[in-house]
């Protein structure tokens, strides 16, 4: 035991002492990119190695999570993933290559965003009651268009259909990008989306914003309330991404890269960077990252259960 304890301390004092590799499970450009591109210079410098970042893209992040969890477990494999990647796929997917609450370890949650419910313009809806009430008028027409099947903008939905008990179906894309340009053109008229994805087209008036899922409104867009303002409760929804490691990595490993991506998320350029997309820098301790996805997953488990959400 002894030389054991020896070896990982011995381990991690050394720690890193080669080039690191941060998975983003998505292509380049989404928020978990965005993230792992803020932080990248912060963090090479803060473990004084390169922070090499690798997209791979695939199945709402299972093809990189799957990789990371073939890694092996030594802190020089992480990967910056979604809400949908760490706590939703497990009940989307009949048969997940991974478990993200018993292959992975979370180093920390990295930022978080809130999303927004936005209607075309076109649409004669300017608040949240207006839109229950074209849509009790209208269900047939209540398609809400999302970037992809079990992102965060999909459950979003299908929470607000339950709170409200009012009709409507998923259209999911290819994308963010995708959804919000059907949403733009009126193919679309209601959508949820990340506010970072659409603040630029809710300034510039090519969509309107009813409602954010924060738990208070958004200095950005200040005039906009929170779902709960609006008469909608228990729909407080944040899209997040966190970083993670194999299971098996040592602790003193994880708490090492944890101090590091803390303290590179902080940083004035990162965080600026960050916020500039609408970014909330949450950047807490790997405990705390823990026991977020652990209540996300049972959260949006029951989500998925009683809107009777499926892969076909």
């Known amino acids: 035991m002894a030389t054991i304890l020896w070896s990982c301390a011995g ?27 803020a932080i990248q210079p912060a963090l090479t410098q803060e473990l004084g190695q390169t922070v090499i970042i690798e997209n791979k893209p695939g199945a709402n992040g299972g093809i990189g999570a799957a990789e990371l969890k073939r890694a092996k477990p030594d802190g020089y494999t992480m ?26 370890r979370y180093l920390t949650e990295a930022v978080r965003t809130p999303n927004v419910l936005v209607v075309n313009p076109k649409l004669d809806v300017h608040d949240v009651a207006g839109l229950l009430a074209y849509a009790k008028q209208h269900p047939e027409s209540m398609s809400y268009a999302c970037s992809g099947m079990g992102a ?13 008990h009012s009709p409507g179906v998923d259209v999911p894309y290819r994308g963010g990008g995708a959804a919000i340009s059907d949403t733009l053109s009126g ?33 950005s867009i200040p005039d906009v309330p929170t779902m709960q303002e609006a008469g909608i409760s228990d729909m407080v929804v944040y899209s997040w991404q ?9 602790t003193p ?8 991506l803390r303290t590179a998320l902080v940083a004035p350029k990162s965080k600026a960077v960050l916020e500039k997309q609408g970014y909330e820098v949450v950047a807490n301790s790997w405990q705390d990252a823990d026991a977020w996805q652990h209540s996300e997953t049972a959260r949006w488990a029951k989500v998925v259960k009683d809107a009777g959400i499926h892969l076909n």
């Open 79 to 104: 990967m910056v993933g979604s809400i949908g990647t760490y706590a939703i796929n497990p009940s989307i997917y009949k048969k997940l290559a991974y478990d993200p609450t018993r292959d992975f």
């Open 152 to 164: 965060s903008e999909q459950l979003s939905a299908a929470l607000f259909r339950l709170r409200t």
């Open 242 to 250: 966190s970083i993670a490691v194999p299971k098996a990595t040592p």
């Open 11 to 37: 381990y991690t004092a050394t720690f890193p002492n080669r080039p690191l590799n941060l998975i983003v499970p998505f292509v380049p450009g989404g928020s978990s990119d965005i993230t792992a591109r």
């Open 187 to 219: 193919q679309i008229k209601v959508m949820f989306m990340n506010l970072g994805a659409v603040l630029p087209y809710i300034r510039a008036g090519q969509l309107r914003a009813l409602a954010v899922t924060s738990e208070h409104r958004i200095a």
């Open 253 to 260: 490993v994880v708490e090492r890269l944890s101090k590091a």
